[in-house]
């Protein structure tokens, strides 16, 4: 009867070592499996995430591309610089005394100027006043003037246009003097007006 009980007991220790042997298999499995599960849910997550976040992380950068080109230094730099205005000119030719004279309109009536960039105002002598359809009985000689022959006296005027060429000067202020003078003068009130006048090669040009 002994026997049996020791081959029970060993018996029942086998099994107790398979048991325990399949319990311990059964826990290193475990593991893996709870592992993998998470490892997908994680996966899972991340993937809704990314689905839910990309279209506004797209519409974000549309968004703003625009606005970055706008202000990216030198961003005009490819833009043209608007043409430079080209002037009109006109040239006259120095005299043999070395002035300047011109035939200009005034008014609808033609006088013949001297240039002289030392005169304040255009100033016409009274036959060119006359000329230009100014009544001198009508004016007021209350100005005094300094001159290369001394004093005189001169009334204040505008001109309605001078015309020289192509180029039309309107309401210009000038002079008309009392005593004549040798020839009316084109002075600053006209000269002011222009982009610019020069002397070039010989001639006087005036850009408008």
């Not at 060429?165 to 000269?191: I, K, Y």
Request: aromatic share 6%; hydrophobic share 45%; with cysteine.
């Amino acid at each position: 009867m002994g026997a049996p009980t020791e081959i029970s007991a060993k018996a029942g220790a086998a099994m107790r070592d398979e048991f325990s042997d399949d319990f311990t298999m059964r826990e290193r499995r475990e593991p893996k499996r709870g592992g993998a599960l998470r490892l997908a849910l994680v996966w899972l997550v991340i993937c809704v995430v990314a689905a839910f976040a990309a279209p506004a992380f797209v519409n974000h950068l549309k968004g703003s591309a625009p606005q970055l080109v706008a202000t990216m230094p030198g961003a005009r730099a490819a833009t043209k610089p608007p043409a430079a205005r080209i002037a009109n000119t006109v040239s006259i030719p120095v005299d043999r005394s070395g002035h300047y004279l011109l035939d200009a309109g005034v008014n609808g009536g033609s006088v013949r100027f001297l240039v002289d960039t030392g005169a304040t105002y255009v100033v016409l002598s009274g036959a060119d006043a006359e000329a230009a359809g100014i009544n001198r009985n009508l004016l007021t000689f209350n100005q005094h003037l300094v001159t290369a022959n001394g004093e005189a006296r001169g009334a204040l005027v505008t001109l309605r246009e001078i015309r020289i060429g192509q180029m039309t000067q309107e309401e210009v202020p000038a002079v008309v003097m009392d005593g004549d003078v040798p020839v009316s003068l084109l002075g600053m009130s006209f000269l002011r007006r222009l982009e610019r006048y020069e002397i070039r090669d010989g001639q006087l040009v005036l850009a408008w």
